[in-house]
């Protein structure tokens, strides 16, 4: 019987350019659909993946990591070179051999995601699939400030499209920047809820523009307090960092 090997992949992609991570019963071009077919050719096995995040469409990833198994004995490297050679818009960062027992969701300890919003009056074309434009100058000093509502082990039900039971998660730190015009606010936390990165931007950008007040958003943390309606930024401007284990 040949040795079952449990192969680790970290790699980014253009998610303007794919259909979203996950692939669906027409097998239209998603990441998934598109790397299982190109590591089952290079293996001459099936090969399904296992991914630390189920990406919309839309969403970019700068470090998604996922794990497969195969019984083929092609070197990780000419693995490497073999896919990135058939491979679009898709970047191989590094093949390694993992434990039999990793699993790319379930083994995560935590993620960071990065959302990118253009503040100017005017924008290149070519930026739009990668951030969210918005004219209306922001207050980046006060999304910083509001940034901390946000941090710790709280309920973030209210803030996201969810239908997991559990809905308290951890956010360790939101980190807020303005390199010319592109302003980058950075999550890191044990685990996101569904759309609960574009929601929380949503509220910050609502609280730094004064559509909203503090006491407004604190409302939500109750747990008998339930919301119809949840804002989200677009997904052009969400971006998968990486993946803590």
Request: proline share 3%; net charge positive.
């Amino acid at each position: 019987m040949e040795e079952i090997r449990n192969i680790k992949i970290i790699l980014a992609y253009d998610g303007s350019k794919y259909n979203g991570w996950a692939k669906n019963k027409d097998g239209d071009n998603s990441v998934q659909d598109v790397l299982e077919r190109n590591l089952s050719d290079i293996t001459g096995e099936k090969i399904i993946l296992i991914a630390a995040s189920r990406l919309d469409k839309r969403v970019h990833a700068l470090g998604q990591v996922v794990n497969f198994r195969t019984q083929s004995k092609i070197p990780l490297e000419e693995l490497k070179k073999k896919l990135r050679d058939k491979l679009e818009h898709i970047y191989i960062l590094s093949v390694e051999n993992a434990t039999l027992f990793f699993h790319a969701r379930q083994h995560a300890l935590g993620k960071k995601y990065v959302y990118q919003i253009w503040n100017a009056t005017d924008v290149e074309r070519s930026y739009l699939p990668y951030c969210f434009w918005i004219r209306e100058k922001i207050d980046v000093e006060k999304l910083k400030e509001y940034a901390t509502i946000f941090i710790g082990q709280k309920d973030f039900k209210n803030f996201s499209k969810t239908t997991d039971r559990n809905t308290t998660r951890t956010i360790f730190d939101i980190r807020v920047k303005n390199v010319s015009n592109l302003i980058t606010i950075e999550f890191s936390g044990d685990g996101f809820l569904y759309n609960m990165v574009r929601c929380i931007s949503a509220y910050l950008l609502n609280l730094a523009l004064n559509r909203l007040k503090p006491d407004e958003v604190l409302e939500l943390f109750n747990p008998l307090r339930r919301t119809h309606s949840t804002p989200l930024l677009p997904p052009e401007g969400l971006y998968l960092k990486e993946v803590i284990y």
